[in-house]
């Protein structure tokens, strides 16, 4: 790939680090143009959920390329799409009755947060604060960025973002200083609280309890706050259910939904919003339509994926294989609890992360000497900051899991 005139995301070309060319995947593995085989162990940035190359999905890929590509969504509907949104509708909470199509997670956060100012505009009663959850990160477009962690993310475009009011994290022992700061916050009349539920994902898969979403839930209800749960990446299995929410019994008002929703197969996202939240954009008034959309809104190829994805997860035992992967990960997580390197292991579902030295930010320099490590070792993981996680396909086999945590279990002992 030298001279390439591709610039990579979240990539610092100055390091001047090899950029492996990946000429095709199966399963839980990549294969490059070296003819190297290298373990998935991130699911491709959390996306592939049953492995890559899937049969059924890809079938669906190419027989909907060859009937119908692309067409407006704006005043137009297709097959695909509708089975889509009947298919969330029947496994999603039953208080989301509107499914909004989009491009990808960030965007889908994008729509949540206008849902949410319109549905209070339209009400006769604009709100505009709204109130995000301490190191969480929901997206890099600017909308998403606003609402998530300010620092080395997004330092540059500090201009252009919006004013938020942030909930300190609930961790362990902090609970209810989140609680009561967030009490306070919605009896002073916000909008929205937007959170990742039960785990944050790039802001160092920091987990908080379901007891705590449970109490924030309780307390944006009681307030009339809308709750926008953010599970572009906690959704689809992740944390072994369905749902983040679901293990807390939550049903929020607004859902943003992305990565697995196609299997991870091809980008698409949709953000579910409740009966009252698509009321309050309703109307003979073309001035309070919803105002968003992009050029491939529901793409019938991108629909297609979500639709095979959907029966997978009806017909297949996706959830008994969710169960044995969070078995697995947690017996081989605590495998390495007594090294001394070690720290702050956590597991919760299909995820499983660690701690290597005190926490030193996504900056840290351990991260790229890790990340060189992984890779010359053919497994692809990538550290945030001091933070090593595993989140792997469903589909990965025991040998490659156990090769992946001897990789990282090296990786303690010499980077």
């Not at 039953?94 to 849902?115: Q, Y």
Request: overall charge negative.
């Amino acid at each position: 790939m030298t001279g390439s005139p591709i610039w990579h995301p979240f990539t610092q070309h100055g390091l001047v680090d090899p950029i492996p060319e990946v000429v095709r995947a199966e399963g839980a593995a990549l294969h490059t143009r070296e003819g190297r085989r290298v373990i998935d162990a991130i699911s491709s940035w959390w996306v592939t959920t049953h492995g890559h190359a899937h049969p059924r999905i890809a079938a669906a890929i190419a027989e909907q390329a060859a009937r119908l590509d692309q067409i407006i969504f704006a005043g137009w509907t297709h097959e695909p799409a509708e089975t889509v949104a009947a298919g969330l509708r029947a496994i999603m909470p039953e208080c989301l009755t509107r499914v909004f199509f989009s491009d990808s997670g960030s965007t889908s956060v994008e729509v949540a947060l206008k849902m949410a100012l319109g549905y209070w505009l339209h009400r006769g009663e604009p709100r505009h604060r709204i109130l995000v959850l301490e190191h969480g990160y929901h997206g890099d477009t600017i909308g998403a960025m606003s609402v998530g962690a300010r620092g080395a993310f997004n330092r540059a475009y500090e201009p252009l973002l919006f004013d938020v009011e942030t909930i300190p994290f609930p961790g362990e022992g902090r609970e209810q200083a989140a609680l009561d700061a967030l009490e306070r916050a919605c009896s002073a009349g916000a909008a929205a609280f937007i959170v990742e539920p039960l785990i944050l994902g790039a802001g160092g898969m920091l987990a908080y309890s379901a007891h705590t979403l449970k109490a924030m839930h309780a307390i944006c209800v009681r307030h009339g706050v809308l709750f926008i749960a953010d599970e572009v990446m906690t959704g689809w299995g992740r944390t072994g259910s369905l749902l983040a929410c679901d293990q807390a019994h939550v049903s929020p008002d607004i859902l943003c939904l992305s990565k697995g929703l196609t299997g991870g197969a091809i980008p698409l996202a949709v953000t579910m919003a409740s009966e009252p939240v698509f009321a309050a954009h309703y109307a003979e008034d073309r001035a309070r339509m919803f105002f968003h959309s992009s050029s491939y809104t529901a793409n019938p190829i991108a629909c297609a994926a979500a639709a095979a994805n959907l029966a997978i997860w009806r017909e297949e035992p996706v959830r008994e294989r969710v169960a044995d992967l969070s078995r697995r990960q947690a017996a081989a997580l605590a495998a390495l609890s007594d090294h001394p390197r070690a720290s702050n292991l956590r597991h919760l579902g299909t995820i499983a992360a660690l701690d290597i030295g005190a926490a030193e930010g996504y900056l840290s320099d351990l991260a790229p000497r890790l990340l060189r490590f992984f890779r010359e070792h053919d497994v692809l993981l990538r550290p945030l900051g001091n933070t090593v996680y595993v989140m792997p396909p469903y589909c990965i086999g025991d040998d490659d899991l156990d090769r992946i945590y001897r990789v990282i279990a090296c990786a303690l002992d010499e980077v």
